[in-house]
Nanobody, 114 residues
Framework: QGQFVESGGGVVQAGGSLRLSCAVS????????IGWYRQAPGKQRELVAT???????NYADSMKGRFTISRDNAKNTVYLQMNSLSPEDTAVYYC????????WGQGTQVTVSS
């Protein structure tokens, strides 16, 4: 099993919501910065949101107000709550360590229908 196991994707109608989960391997999770990324068909992978070890968060402009990243250190898991989804959010979503990128997991597919 790799460092990152993403889950929670699916097919949802525009305006709907999904909650993604990322289980992270390693004993130092609670002091690590973790990010959610996405890659849409034919496009480069982009950073969606990050969460610092102290819980501070940052978002790409197009996600502000719609997406919320959170973490549960007891479970070594990072979440991405996605609301008001649009077809432009269709992508494979991944997590990783932004300051020390490692092998990517399989990701989780999010498909938003119009």
């Amino acid at each position: 099993q790799g460092q990152f196991v993403e889950s929670g994707g699916g097919v949802v109608q525009a305006g709907g919501s999904l909650r993604l989960s990322c289980a992270v391997s390693g004993s130092t999770f609670d002091i690590e910065v973790i990010g959610w990324y996405r890659q849409a068909p034919g496009k480069q992978r982009e950073l969606v949101a990050t969460i610092m070890e102290n819980g501070n968060t940052n978002y790409a402009d197009s996600m502000k107000g719609r997406f919320t990243i959170s973490r549960d250190n007891a479970k070594n898991t990072v979440y991405l709550q996605m609301n008001s989804l649009s077809p432009e959010d269709t992508a494979v979503y991944y997590c990783n360590r932004p300051f020390q990128l490692q092998d990517w997991g399989q990701g989780t597919q999010v498909t938003v229908s119009s």
